[in-house]
Structures are given as C-alpha cells and as structure tokens.
C-alpha cells in the first residue's frame, strides 16, 4: 500500500488597516531665470470624493468637503543667479528638497549665509517668516519644493 505525502494547508485570516495616503493635488515644474521670471507647467488631480446635497426650501447646497491637507509639489529650476521668493508660495508648511549640488543664499536674512545644496537635502522653511532663496551657483539649481496646504 503506498502512503501519499500529507498536505496542510494553514488558512491565516487577518484584519489589515492602513492610513490614507495624502495623493499630490497638483505637481509641476518651473524654471525660473536670473531675472525671476517663471515659466511653470502644472497637473492637477480632481476630487474623486461624491458630493452630498441637501435640499432646502429654494436650492441644493453642495456638502462635500476636503477634510484632509492638500500636497502640492513643484520643481523649481533655477538658473544661476535666480530667485526662489516665499511671495510666490500661498502658504502652509514648506519643504524644500535638493535635487542636485549647488549653493543657494537666503536674502531675507540680515547676513546671508551660503548654503551649500545637495540631492536629498532637505529644509523646513517656517511659513510665517518670507525668504528669497537665489542660487548663487555657476549651473541651474533643482529644487523640489513640498507644500502642505491645510
């Protein structure tokens, strides 16, 4: 009598949550020369969430609203001697990442101090204090700038 190989089969049933992942609300890209004029293209993402309604006497209110911050990223391409001006930015928490080397200096800071930029650098800016960041370098600089919109 041959015996056949016993087989198990072990069934694991579990719960998996996950946080929401904040999706870009638009992303883009500027390059801005020595004199600070910007050329910026953008894609933005539309609102998939279904919008409520409510009926009242004479018309229809629309409810939905974004109940979590907004991401919006931007590479900036700054040539040498360009500015990147906070003026430009609405507001809200700002990172800004390296995406190359160069040397940047903050303008708004009573002794500008170079910085030196390298990929994967990154800076917190406080958005309540303006500043002007201008490369100071020889090539484009690439900035990539992470705004937090509540």
Known sequence: MRRLPAIFVFISISTVTAAAQI?????????????????????????????????????????ARDSGPALFVTTFILAPGAPLDS??????????????KGAVVNEKKSAPNPINVYEGLVMLMPKDEPYVLRNIGKDNLELLLIEIRK
């Open 23 to 63: 999706i870009p609300k638009s992303s883009g890209s500027c390059g801005v020369a020595a004199s600070g004029v910007a050329s910026c293209d953008w894609i933005s993402a539309i609102n998939l969430r279904k919008a409520a309604t409510r009926q009242t006497t004479h018309e229809t209110r629309d409810l």
């Open 87 to 100: 003026g430009r930015i609405v507001g809200g928490e700002v990172l800004i990442v390296g995406r190359n």
